[in-house]
């Protein structure tokens, strides 16, 4: 029976986040699986991957920051904001290293981005891509994201292209990000690559392509690739109960508060048995005294 937890994957280009947990169930032989964030079929890199009873942790994810190493070019805008799409601007390279730098503070910190067209975003129950597909831009409301840090890693001036590393939170649009940076820069910009290279706290040196998973589950050793389902909640405080307690909390009996040792402060807290299995998650209800279950992984 295939154990629960983590497998981090290295989405290949071409694949969407729904084609790899496809291609998983398959290798896997099982259905229970649910991944942590979309990426785009043109991205690569870190895409963790929840097994077993790990997917019910899908929509409780603490940790939502990101890291992105994207490509660029100046010069070219495009419909998608990105080198798949179709080239509606083409504009003389008047930026250098020195005009980037100046500008990518103010993409830094809380910024306002609108959706791009090509996105999986609803709006009055329409996908824009569809509506991108059919021809149709509507207005999109200006989303509010975080970017954390931008650095510029390499540019090449007589090409007009560069990377930059990219470190921001849930819902943000890297290309969408480049694509401001080009109109900042009056010359426009798109996204030529991207590769996500940390995600819910997993970083690009723990994935795995299919190959290696293939190779895993022909030989019996995927138990080996799996890593713990507690690692998605590393950052939160731990509560070790003894024996009888793991039996009532099992039971779904609500522990008294003072009679456990919790950590001081602590609003929520990962729960371990005596034997050290991994409960799940509970919240102190200080008000009423009580431990109570928050999810059960």
């Given at each position: 029976m ?24 398959g290798i896997l032989?099982?259905?229970k ?15 963790p ?12 994810l603490p ?6 190493r ?6 070219t805008?495009?419909d998608?904001?990105?080198s ?9 390279v008047?930026a ?8 990518l503070p ?13 996105s ?12 991108a ?10 989303r509010?994201v975080l ?26 649009y ?7 940076i080009?109109?900042r ?10 590769t ?8 690009l040196?723990?994935a795995?392509?299919?190959?290696e ?13 799996i890593?713990?389902?507690d690692r ?17 909390y ?8 003072s009679?456990l ?6 609003a929520?807290?990962r ?11 509970a ?5 009423n ?9």
């Amino acid at each position: 029976m295939m154990e629960s937890g983590i497998l981090i994957m290295d989405k290949p280009q071409g694949f969407t986040s729904f084609d790899v947990i496809g291609k998983l169930r398959g290798i896997l032989k099982m259905k229970k699986l649910g991944h942590t964030g979309t990426l785009d079929p043109m991205a690569t890199g870190v895409l963790p991957v929840l097994v077993g009873t790990a997917a019910r942790a899908c929509d409780i994810l603490p940790d939502e920051g990101k890291a992105y190493r994207a490509g660029f070019r100046l010069g070219t805008v495009t419909d998608t904001q990105d080198s798949t799409g179709t080239v509606l601007q083409v504009h003389p390279v008047t930026a250098g290293s020195a005009e980037i730098l100046r500008v990518l503070p103010e993409f830094t910190g809380w910024i306002d981005q609108i959706p791009p067209m090509y996105s999986a975003v609803q709006i009055n129950g329409k996908r824009l891509y569809e509506l991108a597909r059919a021809g149709k831009e509507i207005e999109r409301p200006a989303r509010r994201v975080l970017v954390e840090q931008i650095t510029l890693e390499e540019f090449d001036g007589a090409a007009g292209s560069g990377v930059l590393s990219v470190r921001c939170g849930k819902g943000t649009y890297v290309r969408t990000l480049i694509h401001d940076i080009g109109q900042r820069l009056s010359c426009g910009a798109h996204m030529t690559a991207l590769t996500r290279t940390e995600a819910c706290g997993f970083s690009l040196s723990e994935a795995h392509s299919f190959d290696e998973v293939q190779q895993a589950a022909d030989s019996g050793c995927l138990s080996g690739l799996i890593l713990p389902t507690d690692r998605l909640f590393a950052d939160l405080p731990a509560l070790r109960l003894n024996a009888a307690q793991s039996r009532m909390y099992a039971n779904g009996v609500k522990l008294t508060l003072s009679r456990l040792h919790l950590p001081e402060g602590a609003a929520r807290l990962r729960v371990y048995a005596d034997s050290g299995r991994f409960f799940g998650l509970a919240e102190p209800d200080r008000e009423n005294g009580v431990l109570r279950i928050y999810k059960n992984l």
